[in-house]
């Protein structure tokens, strides 16, 4: 039987924490999952769909960041029965997912391995995974920490992750899993057709938007009549989770070490025994194979010990966790270590040596460089290997390849808008100097080590990683090949830009002033994260006052380092004078527009990064939180897991600050509650946070997506307003959000998830497509429109269509291009005869359930269709105008968002002089990309030794040499 362990993401000083699958036939085995785990799978084609158990070292995000993105997909995929093991608050972390998973479906398991709790060690037909808990120096276990724990608060948490999370279920046959799988589809594919159906016709945004508010009004209303009624006997609708409480607990420092030991090998077959004993090869071998006893032709009985060899035990390995020099002590007296240690010398004893063969190391800075931890390392036996993950050992380099070659073609193009992200090709320490030999290992993504049949290290599939300037060097040449006007960047910066050097080409810096707004998207997919758009997130950086975060996607924190710098600044990033702990320690604002997944997964290592970076300053700053309501009791509940700095949290929901219309005099109004759960001063939050930004108003709007799901609006007192869409479908309040006050939107940073072919997906998930996005921009007089959230099936610049935009309408304004040519904001009372729009209480229950996951082995489909596009190839003007009609152009500029970039007004305008060249590098990444899937496919077919290279294998052959014939003409 084979096995193996492989490496999914090292520690660096961008990841702290280090992931690692084990690979069985029958099943997979992640330790951690940190913030970015899915999309690296994505990127490397790791398979976690067999995944049947994870174990984290530490109760906290850093080792558990990636696993509610993770659990979403897994469950939306099929999986089930997953078993999570980690130490004392895993159930409580858990159970605070409530407010945004509801997968009852899945069925987890969730095995606290407490200290000194027999019980906790798992094991199944493959693994044996035993915890050694560590502490830091003088820190006392509390009573909590001991033992299993059965009281009442316990029973409450596990009540709340069965409600959420499901309970496990006994394992299906073959037959039953078909079954249920075919049952799942349909009844996928009859819940889709109905809410498509519901959009059928008319397909106008005026119709939708109608049919959406009266659904809406109707539940409100029937949820007024079910208040009125209701009587002290009664009972209102089912408890949801996310209603029930969840008791307090407090922050365990403590981390777990993992000791694994693989299951009984059977006994090599002894073919010529067999064959002396009257057995011919058939499947009698496999039943003695399998220790059952068999009858020969000449009526014998043939057992198991006649022709197989002795089982014996496989091997073992540990992984430990030492996240500060503060543990070494506890970590090097366990006892638990004592038989792999030189000091044990019994029968016992030296198997258990001779069995361990890989040691991973995750280590936290100056761990590796202890004398005490050396010296411990060394008395191990001398066969053992040792993986040394740690940011001194491990070159800080980005995995996400594919990102960064079209990110490095892109800034040819433009420099200062597409900022290369930061990274390091070699480490800042020789290995050498932990341990000087041949079994010191630095590990790689995609590194595997091979238990059984035979212990090994494989690193044929590591990832093969380029540095930003290797990989600059690479689009440049590659420019020079395909087109040499690549070469000259269309954009023209100002008189008085600044310019350096860097790796060889001129960054320019557009001379942006002071008060100048640069809106700096960081993630612009939607729903999961792909290997080209991460999720949402964006950042705006207000010179002399302080940093805005504009929805917080998984992986956040890992981005900014790379696109700010961690911990120097990062010399490609000419936009923001800030490096990542100047900007998070400047934090001044986060928002947060739905619940979503997608939209607030790296919120919580966010605010611990920005706790420990200011918590011991002099000035004590605080942070203000502008979400849903939903969002605070979320952050509220895994504070009692991690330290979030709540104390210094001004929360302001977006529920109470809520644009009211008026029709007669276009004025706002705070609508007021008192059910804010950590500060009721609504008023003074928001004047703090308009103080500590410099900020004249700032605003929020319902959409049309979910329930609690806002549009945001803020002014600057130098003049500038950005209007945030979050996920919508085209609504009447953003528009008026748009129009309130003595500004029009300078920018307009909205979502565009769908393309216009794409509408009735559109519809059925509450987003809005590229035309729709245009219109919503005409319709609030916007300066520049900044195009985000991208389907994955979107690599390319997204195309839009004047006369669609032109077409567009929503209720009370009506059709919106009639505001593209100047209208002033005090001119725009509403349609005469329109009907006042109600807001949607947050006490109404409607659908929040995530928008389903775009269909994976579309995104290849639609790469097809953009090539086989009758424009794809042929060359756009110098201006977009002639395609998109000027006489919108004439009034707005528009700009599609890609990961980590920088956008001021000034290069938003500009974009239609680079879009040809844009156009042209990204089809050029299409047809590598499916060029090297293609490659990709034939080498796993012909390495698996599954078929030979047969008719398809041909065909796909002859499919990548076109896309290679294709790149160079």
Known sequence: ??????????????????????????????????????????????????????????????????????????????????????????????AATRHFILRSEMGIRVNEMRDGDAAAVYKDENLKVTPVHIYPDNYKVTKSELGPDESEDAKTRKTLVARSLGTQQPQLTAAEKRKNKKEASQQQQQQQQKKKGYYDEPCDGASIEQKLQMLERQQLEDARMKKRARSPEQNSRPTQPSDMLLPKTAPSPASICFIAEGPEVPGKFDVQAAKALGLKQGPLYGKLTRGESVTAPDGSIIHPWQCVGPARLSGIF??????????????????????????????????????????????????????????????????????????????????????????????????????????????????KSFIDGENAIIPQSLMTFDIEPKPQLDCSKAQKIQSSEAMLKWARDRAGLLDKDLLQPASQPSQDADQKDVAGIKVTSNGASKDELIVCPIGTGSSVPSIYRNVSANIISVKGYGGIVLDCGESTVSLLKRFLGYPERNSYNTRI??????????????????????????????????????????????????????FMAWIEDFSGVQDLGLDRIDFISCHNIRLLHDQGQQSASYFKTNTTPVSANTDANVKTVKRDLGLTDLATCSVIHCPWAYGLSITHESGWKLVYSGDTRPCTNLVTLGRHGDRLPTVLLHEATHSDDLIKDAMAKRHTTVSEAVAMALGMGAENLLMTHFSQRCISLPRWSATKAKEHSVPRYGNLYQ?????????????????????????????????????????????????????????????????????????????????????????????????????????????????????????????????????KTSKKKENGAKSKNQQSK
């Open 577 to 630: 004078d800030l490096c990542y702990t100047e900007f998070v320690s400047s934090l001044k604002l986060l928002y947060i527009s739905h619940m979503h997944a997608d939209h607030h997964l790296g919120a919580i290592l966010l605010l611990h990064e920005w706790n420990q970076l200011t918590k011991d300053l002099d000035t004590k700053p605080r942070l203000s939180i502008v979400a849903p309501a939903r």
């Open 318 to 431: 540990i992984i430990i966790d030492c996240p500060a020099p503060a543990f070494i002590d506890s970590l090097v007296n366990r006892p638990q270590f004592a038989p792999y240690l030189d000091i044990c010398s019994d029968e016992k004893s030296a198997d258990l040596q001779k069995r361990l063969l890989l040691i991973v190391h995750s280590l936290g800075p100056g761990v590796a460089q202890d004398k005490r931890y050396k010296d411990w390392v060394a008395r191990f036996p001398a066969h053992v290997r040792h993986m040394v993950s740690a940011p001194e050992y491990v070159p800080d380099d980005n995995p996400f390849q594919r990102h960064l070659r079209v990110q490095a073609a892109m800034a040819v193009i433009d420099p200062a808008t597409y900022v290369l992200p930061q990274s390091a090709d070699k480490p800042r320490l020789p290995i």
């Open 1 to 94: 039987m084979k096995w193996s362990i492989q490496i999914v993401r090292p520690s660096t000083y961008n990841v702290e924490s280090t992931s690692v699958l084990v690979h069985f036939p029958t099943g997979r085995y992640l330790f951690n999952c940190a913030e970015g785990t899915q999309r690296l799978s994505f990127e490397n084609k790791v398979r976690v769909s067999k995944l049947s158990a994870v174990f984290l070292t530490r109760v906290d995000w850093s080792s558990m960041g990636g696993l509610p993105g993770m659990l979403l997909t897994l469950a939306d995929s099929g999986s089930r029965n997953l078993t999570i093991s980690g130490g004392h608050n895993l159930t409580h972390a858990l």
């Open 819 to 951: 505001y593209s040519h100047g209208k002033s904001s005090a001119n725009l009372s509403s349609v005469e005869g329109e009907e006042e729009e109600e807001d949607v209480s947050e006490d109404v229950d409607v659908d929040d359930a995530p928008a389903p996951l775009d269909d994976a082995h579309e995104a290849e489909e639609a790469l097809l269709r953009e090539l086989s596009d009758s424009q794809s190839d042929v060359e756009d003007s110098d201006s977009v105008a002639s395609e998109q009609s000027q006489d919108i152009l004439d009034c707005l500029n528009i700009a599609t968002a890609f990961d980590m970039s920088a956008y001021a007004p000034s290069d938003i305008a500009r974009y239609r002089f680079n879009t040809r060249q844009l156009r042209k590098v990204l089809r050029e990444e299409i047809r590598l990309f499916i060029a090297e899937e293609n490659e990709a496919e034939i080498k796993e077919e012909i390495d698996s030794g599954k078929k030979s290279v047969d008719t």
